[in-house]
């Protein structure tokens, strides 16, 4: 392309400092360095865990950034030493990498990596080597991907090749929430066919939750959330019943095992708070109830009685729902494609990335499941 080689003048939306909206800039990208690749942003999603950088965790060494990490685009350049994606390519940037040579990618148990951005700076969600600058102040690129600009530069290990004929406008969901609950339920729960499960939360990371108990066979899967609107969306998934916890006196596990006969066997929380967190663990079943972390906070320590886990109960955390991620990535666009996973059906809003504050409030307010913000044409 016309522009290989060359910085890249291109909109973005900057977070200057936490708390703050993001402001639309004109920001230089340079080109790619060695094992990178520039890529052209088609579509992203806003994701929570956006909202929790700029909002929640708030760390300063974090900022100023260009956030995002749900995205997907085409390849406009590659650095050198890059062999197995040329320009065209269509992509999904990864937020978790994938190098193929450390312990950690090696190992069948686990997806996480030793290299790319969380590997020293997992509080602050950014590495301090960035591509990006913005009025002579260097912007940090926000987990790696930073999906909220037109163009972003991410190391080879942290993009997919995805099929050419996959719609970018709905597959960029892959690269966080949908990948992140479908695959906490296949891979990290292990949802057994015939089984009771019960999912709280349901934003996208929940309903995704929900899509991978139904997929995996689960008899009963209870929906649980404090908003009545998001049943009938939670059915669309799978969910067969639905379970707010404002209607009741009593705890939420309590609900559940008078429910199910002593508790759920498998639960996931996808919300990010401690206190969900502990109600999870506590409304499985004793002996062989499985409970998993889904929700992204580190914010505050949870706790739990040790008798929860001594009774046999197993309590576990999922990132990137257990999904290596160049490996499975592009299996799940093809898995979308021929329908095995919904994507559309999570998608409520259609924005421009100028209109990324507006994505940012509807989904703090609980507004939307997701909204797709279009960043570039194909």
Known sequence: MATAGKVIKCQAAVAWEPNKPLVME??????????????????????????????EGKHKAGFPCVMGHEGAGIVESVGSGVTNFKPGDKVIPL???????CRFCKSPKTNQCEKGWASDRYAAMSELDTRFTCKGKKILQFMGTSTFSEYTVVNEIAVAKIHPSAPLNKVCLLGCGIATGYGAAINTAKVEPGSTCAVFGLGAVG?????????????????????????????????TEFVNPKDHEKPISQVLH???????????????NVAVMRSALESCV????????????????????????????????????????????PQLVNDYLQKKVKLDEFITHNMTLAQVNSAIDLMKTGGCIRTILSVSPE
């Open 95 to 101: 937020f978790v990498s994938q190098c193929g040579q």
């Open 258 to 272: 008078e429910m199910t006969d002593g508790g759920v066997d498998f639960s996931l929380e996808c919300v990010g």
């Open 26 to 55: 004109k920001i230089e990208v340079a080109p790619p360095q060695a094992n990178e690749i520039r890529i052209k942003v088609v579509a992203t999603g806003v994701c929570h865990t956006d909202l929790y950088h700029l909002f």
């Open 207 to 239: 309903l995704a939750a929900v899509m991978g108990c139904k997929n995996a066979g689960a008899k009963r899967i209870i929906a649980v959330d404090i908003n009545p609107d998001k049943y009938e969306k939670a059915k669309v998934f799978g969910a």
């Open 286 to 329: 004793k002996g062989w109830g499985v409970s998993v972390l889904v929700g992204w906070t580190d914010l505050d320590d949870f706790s739990a009685r040790p008798i929860q886990l001594i009774a046999g109960r197993t309590w576990k955390g999922s990132l990137f729902g257990g999904f290596k991620s160049k490996d499975s990535v």
